[in-house]
């Protein structure tokens, strides 16, 4: 067990803890957020269920390339409507890959089943746009206005030091709200999704600089 930071003793205790990673902008990290989020919560000894709700269905096909003798995630297909919240007895979180093209409808469904929302945003000008108009549109939700889910920002694929990255540390200084973790741009994320697998399922110290980037965020959900 790497993740010994979220790790527990007594996870039958557990309440079930839906959670939605979206942003409308299409392109900005989500699945890889999600694979990461549910195979991390997964090591730290929690029952862990993965959503796929994208009809592109990329959560899904890393399930099935995932291996033997790695922590088990549970694979849902809310992909239709009708099986939104379908989740069998016994999880304790549900990771929710949302679709890249998140509208109101889609929106009020699932932060409907959601207990908190991660909304990934890339250091670029469209990234930062329609961020700021999803956050905006997600505050109208009665569920969020009311603080019943938690909506939090996740700095994704940066560079440091470069003029991007700067930016968007900008744009989160005039939205008002900082990122709640900040994730450097690594290929090893990508190598390893192509196995099925994720940076939690690695207990090299090479991937201990990258899962303590994570934890900040894994705080807030445990």
Partial sequence: MFCIYIAHNNVEEARLKPILIANRKGGCGKTTAAITIASALADGGWKVGLADADPQKSASRWLKRRPKGVARITPLDWTSPKSLGDAPKGLQYVVIDAPGSIYDEDAQQLVAEAKAVIAPVLPS?????????????????????????????????????????????????????????????????????EEGLAIFDKPQKLYAPMREQWAPLLRTLT
Avoid at 141 to 166: C, D, M, T
Wanted: charged share 40%; aromatic share 8%.
């Fill in 125 to 193: 000008f469209f990234d930062e746009d329609a961020t700021k108009r999803f956050m905006k549109d997600l505050q109208e939700i009665k569920r969020i206005r009311k603080g019943k889910v938690g909506l939090q920002l996740l700095a994704n694929r940066l560079r440091p030091r470069s003029r991007s990255s700067a930016r968007l540390d900008a744009f989160f200084k005039k939205l008002g709200q900082e990122p709640v973790a900040r994730i450097n741009d690594r290929a090893a994320y990508g190598d390893l999704a």
